[in-house]
């Protein structure tokens, strides 16, 4: 694949998981960040990227999981530079149980993360099929 397809290929998965994931935020709080588009869609090509990682065969609930963590680590650095560093008070989970770095993440949250990771694989998997003309997805539970 040449350097301006898979430039096509990114942009357009950072569109779509900056876009659900904004919408998303949009329902949850009734407000959104324009930073978190981009987070979200950063996460969105993060999870996606894990599949050149991950073994197709890996069960379900460990992508779920790994996903999680990787969102959760991409908000601790995002939440670090724009609430701690530049002082913007996008979120703060200092109030929540379990919150760490001085409140940009938090257990419940990562819990979040996991089962939005669903979300994020089967709709990059799809996109991946349907648009890119990448293998068919197969999903392993158990």
């Known amino acids: 694949m040449d350097i301006l397809s898979r430039l096509v290929k990114y942009v357009t998965l950072l569109l779509w ?8 935020e949009l329902l949850y709080r009734g407000h959104s ?3 978190m588009f981009i987070l979200g869609g950063l996460c ?26 990787v969102i959760t680590v991409l ?22 149980w379990g919150s760490a770095f001085w409140g940009q993440i938090s257990i419940p949250f990562t819990l979040a993360w ?23 997805p197969t999903y392993y539970w158990r």
């Open 75 to 96: 908000e601790l650095i995002a939440g670090m530079i724009l609430n701690v560093w530049l002082g913007l008070g996008i979120w703060c989970y200092a109030d929540t």
């Open 33 to 35: 960040h324009e930073s």
């Open 114 to 136: 996991i089962a939005l990771s669903l979300v994020a694989i089967v709709l990059d998997d799809f996109l991946r099929w349907k648009i890119f003309a990448q293998e068919r």
């Open 17 to 24: 998981g900056g876009t659900v994931y904004y919408i998303i």
């Open 44 to 69: 969105f090509l993060s999870i996606g990227a894990l599949n050149n990682y991950l073994p197709w065969r890996m069960l379900m609930w460990v992508q779920m999981i790994i996903g999680g963590i």
